[in-house]
Nanobody, 120 residues
Framework: QVQLVESGGGLVQPGGSLRLSCAAP????????MAWYRQAPGKQREFVAE???????YYRDSLKGRFTISRDNAKNTLYLQMNSLQFEDTAVYYC??????????????WGQGTQVTVSS
């Protein structure tokens, strides 16, 4: 079972920034499609961004320009840089890994999630 471990969540004021990290086993990190999802209270989990093994990136349209996904293959770590955070960005953020972009999300692996709270 692949294990993904997120970190970096916390409390931040509106307009602030956070960087989330997700550590993954090296055996899968360099070849898998890695992604971030989030789930706000009372809402369904939604796609945030993903990055392929070839470093192609895809974003939720509403988050383009504020969020940046990246990967460090030497550290087997996925990142999500979040800038200009807004109240509506409050959610649990989940790391996700799947073999290819054609693999259904449900067949991938989820991390345990990290809480991001935007509050004044």
């Amino acid at each position: 079972q692949v294990q993904l471990v997120e970190s970096g969540g916390g409390l931040v004021q509106p307009g602030g920034s956070l960087r989330l990290s997700c550590a993954a086993p090296g055996s899968i990190f360099r070849t898998y499609v890695m992604a971030w999802y989030r789930q706000a209270p009372g809402k369904q989990r939604e796609f945030v961004a993903e990055i392929t093994s070839g470093d192609s990136t895809y974003y939720r349209d509403s988050l383009k320009g504020r969020f940046t996904i990246s990967r460090d293959n030497a550290k087997n770590t996925l990142y999500l840089q979040m800038n200009s955070l807004q109240f509506e960005d409050t959610a649990v953020y989940y790391c996700h890994a799947r073999p290819t972009r054609l693999t259904p999300t449900g067949l991938g692996t989820w991390g345990q999630g990290t809480q991001v709270t935007v509050s004044s």
